[in-house]
């Protein structure tokens, strides 16, 4: 996970993609699920501040908030105050599940086409 934040702070730092939107998938959620029900999300480094619901128990969705919150925070610290506007979407996937997979994509086209009715492009 560390590799993947530090990727994606990288690739957000570039200048070529000052302008660019980003979307965002979280893939292979289903083995999410599954990890998180025997593996403590606090064994990453980079979500050591994480609080489960009660002591010893993790709810699958308060986690996926969680991981979802943290990559929200490194969008926007490594994004330039003015480049914040551009859209910023995060998906949860599972390459598996193909009607999740459409229903992702046709999620993400609507917002696409939202964002460029909105600025006019």
Same mark, same amino acid.
């Given at each position: 996970?560390?590799?993947?934040?530090?990727?994606?702070?990288?690739?957000?730092?570039q200048r070529?993609?000052?302008? *660019?939107?980003?979307?965002?998938?979280?893939?292979?959620?289903?083995?999410?699920?599954?990890?998180?029900? &025997?593996?403590?999300? *606090?064994?990453?480094?980079?979500f050591k501040? $994480?609080?489960?619901?009660?002591?010893?128990?993790?709810?699958?969705?308060?986690?996926?908030?969680?991981?979802?919150?943290?990559?929200?925070?490194? $969008?926007?610290?490594? @994004?330039?105050?003015?480049?914040?506007?551009?859209?910023? &979407?995060?998906?949860?996937?599972?390459?598996?599940?193909?009607?999740?997979? &459409? &229903?992702?994509?046709?999620?993400?086209?609507? @917002?696409m086409r939202? @964002?460029?009715?909105?600025?006019?492009?």
């Open positions: 996970m560390m590799e993947t934040k530090e990727l994606f702070d990288w690739v957000l730092k070529c993609f000052e302008k *660019t939107s980003f979307m965002l998938f979280l893939n292979k959620f289903d083995i999410f699920e599954r990890k998180i029900q &025997k593996v403590p999300l *606090t064994v990453c480094e980079w501040d $994480y609080e489960p619901i009660a002591p010893g128990k993790q709810d699958v969705e308060h986690a996926y908030e969680f991981v979802k919150k943290k990559f929200e925070e490194v $969008y926007f610290q490594s @994004s330039k105050p003015e480049r914040v506007d551009r859209v910023f &979407k995060i998906y949860r996937t599972t390459a598996l599940d193909q009607k999740l997979v &459409k &229903k992702t994509f046709k999620l993400m086209d609507e @917002s939202r @964002s460029r009715e909105g600025t006019g492009t």
